[in-house]
């Protein structure tokens, strides 16, 4: 009995030392914040270049906010964040949807969050909305199946050149002059 008990404190003690020393270890931290940029290095035309994220680094540290540079590989340590900063083209089926979502899920601040990315990406929405609020755009029609008179209607109004666009393409994919 005694032998259990002095195995039991034992281990206790280990346990409590192992939990203080591993799990509960408090960092300096020096940062209020966490903040993930995911960016493609490989990507030959990006939103933001290095000059740009590295000035994103140095702001926030002058913020308070530990920046740091994430791909798409990275995504089993997005939950260490406080908020994520996507500066990739992003689309409805990639992997910055899926980074999008997740963050979301996680509670963390996302720019740019699930709902602005299906929204933008439509092209649709995009030209209702303009329209809705009276800004300014390029002249759009519209075009879903047509028939016959349709057709010569749409071609009689269409003035050359002009750029035809799927409705969810993005960063030139799916446009034909």
């Keep these: 009995s005694k032998l259990n008990e002095r195995q039991s404190t ?3 003690d280990n346990l409590d030392r192992f939990s203080r020393n591993v799990w ?7 940062f209020r914040y966490d903040l993930a940029i995911l ?9 933001s270049n290095n000059k740009a994220l590295k000035k994103f680094i140095s702001i926030g540290k002058q913020l308070g906010i530990n920046v740091e540079l994430i791909t798409k590989k990275d995504i089993s340590f997005l939950a260490e964040y406080d908020a994520l900063f ?9 992997h910055t949807y899926v980074f999008a979502k997740k963050a979301e899920k996680e509670g963390m601040v996302v720019i740019d969050d699930p709902t602005s990315i299906l929204r933008c990406t439509n ?15 390029p002249q ?3 075009i879903t199946k047509i028939d016959k008179e349709q057709h010569k209607h749409i071609i009689d109004t269409i003035k050359f050149p002009m750029i035809l666009k799927i409705p969810d393409g993005e960063f030139s994919k799916g446009i034909y002059k």
């Design 10 to 12: 034992h281990f206790a």
């Design 24 to 30: 509960s270890e408090k960092k300096d931290k020096q």
């Design 39 to 47: 960016h493609d290095p490989q990507d030959q035309n990006p939103p």
């Design 86 to 94: 996507i500066r990739e083209t992003t689309s409805i089926d990639d």
């Design 123 to 137: 092209k649709v929405f995009l030209f209702n909305l303009l329209k809705r609020n009276n800004i300014p755009s």
């Design 140 to 142: 759009t029609l519209i």
